[in-house]
Structure formats: structure tokens, C-alpha cells
């Protein structure tokens, strides 16, 4: 079974950046396909961005052309780099990996935006 860490959330600046990493343990994690959400206060958990096991990515119309979903699989990683962050993309960020049967969630890391 594979666990998920996130980290590398923090507070920036509007127009800033940020990495976030999901690094997960066990085994197949090349065969899930792997997505980071967003959850802000009061909201509903939202997709941000996925990547296939084959590299393929997907983004929210909010995010496209700032944010940018990677992958590693030999390290068993997935990279979330934003740019040009805005207010409103303050939330808990969440890494999830699914495949038949299975569907993983991490702990969540906060990114606060200030404006």
C-alpha cells in the first residue's frame, strides 16, 4: 500500500512561488495516477493538477500556465511547482494517488498567499 507525505507548503507573497512535494512509500507507485487538490476554508476539495503513470498532465482552468505537475518515479515523487501565486490560491494542498482498488490521500500542507 502507498502512503503520501506532502511538504514544502509555507506563506509567500502574491506573485511568488512554491514547490510542493508528495513523496510516497511503498510499492507500484509508477502505475498510479497521481493529483494535487486544494482545500480553502469554507470550500469544498478541489482538483488543481494530475499526471498519468505515462507523464500525461491536466490542470484547473485556475491554475493553467502558472502552476506545473511533475514526476519522478525512480524517487517515488511528485512535484507540484507554482508560480505567480495569488491570494486565492491560499488553501490546504492534498496529494493523491489512485489506481483500480485503491485511493490515497496525504496529510495536506498549508500554502498561504498574502496579498
Known amino acids: 500500500q502507498v502512503q503520501l507525505v506532502e511538504s514544502g507548503g509555507g506563506l509567500v507573497q502574491a506573485g511568488g512561488s512554491l514547490r510542493l512535494s508528495c513523496a510516497a512509500s511503498?510499492?507500484?507507485?509508477?502505475?498510479?495516477?497521481v493529483g494535487w487538490y486544494r482545500q480553502a476554508p469554507g470550500k469544498q476539495r478541489e482538483l488543481v493538477a494530475t499526471?498519468?503513470?505515462?507523464?500525461?498532465?491536466s490542470y484547473a482552468d485556475s491554475v493553467k500556465g502558472r502552476f506545473t505537475i511533475s514526476r519522478d518515479n525512480a524517487k517515488k515523487t511528485v512535484s507540484l511547482q507554482m508560480n505567480s501565486l495569488k491570494p486565492e490560491d491560499t488553501a490546504v494542498y492534498y496529494c493523491n494517488a489512485r489506481r483500480s482498488g485503491s485511493n490515497i490521500w496525504g496529510q495536506g500542507t498549508q500554502v498561504t498567499v498574502s496579498s
Open positions: 499526471i498519468t503513470s505515462g507523464g500525461t498532465t
Open positions: 511503498g510499492s507500484f507507485f509508477s502505475f498510479y495516477v
